[in-house]
């Protein structure tokens, strides 16, 4: 599966972005997909994750109650809505398609976009 994440930016805090990534395959509908953002010297974060069925999304700490996760299955997509961005949610941002029971760690996924950047100034 080839992902290509989009729409990341520079936007001013308080303001709210939608990431896009798109998936290469016709079984996009079989893969559970999920979001993580990472900074220089730092771990990947988990951001949200939505299972290939669209049931019960997760979500990590830093975007409950300010991202939301959906997908297309019909257009091989999965977003994340990101509102009241503050700037430390500065990061590139990596969307992955797996299977495995736990979609909220990395080893939960078998392929990774190439990121996109999203800065948020104060």
């Known amino acids: 599966v080839q992902l290509q994440a989009s729409g990341g930016g520079l936007v001013q805090a308080g303001d709210s972005l939608r990431l896009s990534c798109a998936a290469s395959?016709?079984?996009?509908?079989?893969?559970?997909m999920g979001w993580f953002r990472q900074t220089p010297g730092k771990e990947r974060e988990f951001v949200a994750a939505?299972?290939?069925?669209?049931?019960?999304?997760y979500y990590g700490d830093s975007a409950k109650g300010r991202f939301t996760i959906s997908r297309d299955n019909a257009k091989n997509r999965v977003y994340l809505q990101m509102n009241s961005l503050k700037p430390e949610d500065t990061a590139v941002y990596y969307c992955?398609?797996?299977?495995?029971?736990?979609?909220?760690?990395?080893?939960?996924?078998?392929?990774w976009g190439q990121g996109t950047q999203v800065t948020v100034s104060s």
């Open positions: 939505i299972r290939w069925s669209s049931d019960s999304p």
């Open positions: 395959e016709r079984t996009f509908s079989n893969y559970d």
């Open positions: 992955a398609a797996g299977g495995g029971d736990i979609i909220v760690t990395m080893r939960g996924y078998d392929y």
